[in-house]
């Protein structure tokens, strides 16, 4: 992709980003209309959809020949990764944006013929932004994110909810609770693409999650690749940004202790 022009993309994304944010903040306290999707516990805002439309405006008044995959299916219906594809959740953890007005966040993923070039992730309560550009660099607001310390096992902080240690179709759950065993803590904040922020940012160690869908991860990827870290189907496969995935994200270290020891699947 032409610099000049990522650059650019980077910029409004920003700017964009900035201002969805801003908007829900200044919201925030107004009745929601608050519908469920695939189950009684899986909720969905007028914040979620309006959100959603509202970058997709933006991408289509500024950039016709994009498409867009996001989770409330008003962008393209997407079947390759050709051209340049944005990849949107507009509210990633409605659970907590419902229940707790914090912990949740705006994550877009950029990807030019599927490759990652663009990643932001926005705290919008915290208005704390995480950006990354393939090849520069991740950055907390302006501030540049050092690479993952070599961090071992025993002294690092797992992000996994609760639901994968218990008997499962999708996972070895005894595996699961080797594991937790093995690592200092847990933690599990119920927004995916914060659970990649705060990696990227250093403060917790590990993440492990059976499901989770392209737009869940696809800021994340970029985020993490650029502060040195593996981010990976639990299998160690790459993840497919087409379909759900389980999910794997720690420092090289980490993953490669997981994956040699512990059978999760
Ligand atoms: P959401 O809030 O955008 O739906 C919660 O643990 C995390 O998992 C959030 O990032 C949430 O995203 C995501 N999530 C919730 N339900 C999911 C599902 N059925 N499939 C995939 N991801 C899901
Ligand atoms: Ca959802
Ligand atoms: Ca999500
Ligand atoms: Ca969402």
Known sequence: MDEKIRQDIFKRAKQWIHEAGKHIRDVIDEPLYIDTKSNPNDLVTDMDRNTEKYFLEKIQQTYPDHRVLGEEGYGDDIQSLEGTVWIIDPIDGTMNFVHQKRNFAISIG????????????????????????????AFKNEK?????????????????????????????????????????????????????????????????????????????????????????????????????????????????LIKDNIELL
């Not at 990643?119 to 550009?133: C, H, P, S």
């Not at 639901?163 to 093995?182: D, F, M, S, Y």
């Not at 989770?212 to 985020?223: Q, T």
Request: net charge negative.
């Open 110 to 137: 950029i990807f030019h013929e599927g490759i990652g070039e663009i990643g932001l992730i926005y705290n919008v309560m915290e208005d704390q932004l995480y950006t990354a550009i393939r090849g520069q660099g």
């Open 144 to 256: 540049k994110l050092p690479q993952l310390a070599n961090k071992v096992l025993g002294e690092s902080i797992l992000v996994i909810n609760s639901v994968w240690a218990c008997p499962n179709k999708k996972i070895n759950h005894e595996g699961v609770q080797t594991l937790i065993k093995r690592v200092r803590g847990t933690r599990s904040y119920g927004s995916a693409a914060l659970e990649f922020a705060f990696i990227a940012e250093g403060i917790v160690d590990g993440y492990l999650t059976l499901q989770l869908s392209p737009w869940d991860f696809a800021a994340g990827i970029v985020l993490i690749e650029e502060v040195g870290g593996i981010i990976t189907q639990a299998n160690g496969e790459k993840l497919n940004l087409l379909s759900n995935n389980t999910v794997l994200c720690s420092n090289r270290e980490i993953n490669d």
